[in-house]
């Protein structure tokens, strides 16, 4: 009997490093590629497909590499699964930054073994990748990650303590899931005013209208300023609140030796989107003492961001994420402490991006993580 090797994506906009990955793929056996919905897409991306299903079964069907091809019949990140169980494949491939804990663990369970393979062009070709092709000459906006504070934009939080927020702003080199943490509905809302770059403008100002227009007059339930100010302001800056929900100071870092020092040490794994219906409301703890914890916890941080001190930023990382989990405990569940267990040896530190309840896991490491992703900062002279 053949070994069976298997790999799921998208696939869309299809493109010379999909061809390589295929290759390489298949020579652990006969290859066989499940690939996404057009509604699964859509849900995860919060963008219609560039080629449709059938368009992209069609291509990928006919590259020499695979043996077949189909549809996943599921939904989510783990649309797979159904497929996999039946194929019974010996080997499931992916990319870095297609590696979750959720199909180690489903690979582990069904005696399959996971195969993690670089992104490495074929044959001196340039690299490629369907995000980059899409930003091309598509949407250029950025993304943003929070480091320490979060939360603490909403005045229901500060009110308690003031305190400061830290973003960093990233480029968008990878397409990053809806609902995961990344701040994925402001920079849709900001599409719909700059739908494929920012203005050459000064950020605050831009941060300040998007954070007016995501959060109309009348709104329910009002965003952070974090989510339009990390989008918006190049680099690493914090921001400073005191019951109010517009910050009433900035910093910023553009000191290249510093963001580059970020980049080598911060690494990112996806998890899960946050389920539907999830309160992170539901059950809080705010008072005086936990806000100023993390108010303490995002000052620590920023002093040892810019004394590149690793070890103690590790600490003011862990310590804001704590004092996050203290105050809103729906952040995490044992799915979640069961994904930051498999990383407790090879990271000092460890975060859920955004809000939390899923999404992707935020790690500080003094060495590469096999399987997670690399960042790359925004710089203020980047042009996007």
């Known amino acids: 009997m053949s070994t069976k090797v298997f790999v799921s994506g998208c696939f869309d906009m299809l493109h010379s490093g999909h061809v390589a990955?295929?290759?390489?793929?298949?020579?652990?056996?006969?290859l066989y590629v499940g690939i996404g919905s057009d509604q699964t897409i859509s849900e995860l991306k919060g963008r219609e497909t560039i080629n449709c299903e059938a368009e992209r079964l069609y291509m990928i069907r006919a590259i020499k590499h695979v043996k077949e091809a189909f549809v996943n019949s599921g939904s989510g990140i783990m649309d797979f699964e159904q497929e996999v169980k039946n194929l019974k494949p010996d080997y499931f491939v992916v990319n870095e930054d297609g590696y979750s804990p959720a199909k180690e663990a489903m690979c582990h369970e069904l005696g399959i073994e996971l195969k993690v393979l670089e992104r490495v062009p074929d044959m001196g070709l340039p690299g490629r990748s369907t995000t980059a092709i899409r930003t091309s000459d598509n949407c250029l906006l950025p993304y943003r990650i929070d480091l320490a504070g979060t939360w603490i934009d909403q005045p229901y939080v500060s009110r308690h303590h003031p305190g400061w927020a830290i973003t960093l702003s990233l480029e968008p080199v990878i397409e990053y899931n809806e609902r995961c943490g990344m701040s994925t509905s402001t920079r849709n809302a900001a599409k719909k005013i700059w739908p494929h770059y920012l203005p050459i403008e000064?950020?605050?100002?831009?941060?300040?209208?998007?954070?007016?227009?995501?959060?109309?007059?009348?709104?329910?339930?009002?965003s952070g300023a974090q989510d339009s100010i990390g989008i918006c302001m190049p680099g690493l800056v914090r921001h400073y609140y005191d019951a109010e929900y517009w910050p009433t100071q900035f910093e910023s870092i553009h000191d290249e030796a510093i963001l580059s020092w970020l980049e080598e040490h911060i690494y990112m794994i996806m998890l899960w989107p946050r389920k539907n219906g999830l309160d992170l409301l539901k059950e809080t703890y705010i008072n005086k003492e936990n806000t100023k914890a993390l108010a303490d916890a995002s000052e620590q941080a920023w002093q040892a961001i810019q004394q590149k001190d690793l070890k103690k930023f590790a600490i003011a990382f862990s310590n804001s994420f704590n004092a996050q989990k203290?105050?809103?405990?729906?952040?995490?569940?044992?799915?979640?402490?069961?994904?930051?267990?498999?990383?407790?040896d090879d990271a000092l530190a460890w975060k859920l991006a955004g809000a939390g309840g899923g999404g992707y896991m935020i790690l500080i490491a003094d060495k590469p993580i096999k399987g997670a992703m690399k960042i790359k900062i925004r710089r203020k002279d980047s042009g996007l």
């Open 21 to 30: 990955f295929f290759k390489e793929a298949s020579k652990y056996g006969d």
């Open 326 to 344: 203290t105050m809103f405990p729906a952040m995490v569940d044992k799915d979640v402490n069961a994904a930051i267990d498999k990383y407790k």
């Open 202 to 222: 000064r950020p605050e100002k831009l941060a300040e209208i998007l954070f007016k227009y995501e959060n109309s007059p009348g709104s329910e339930l009002v």
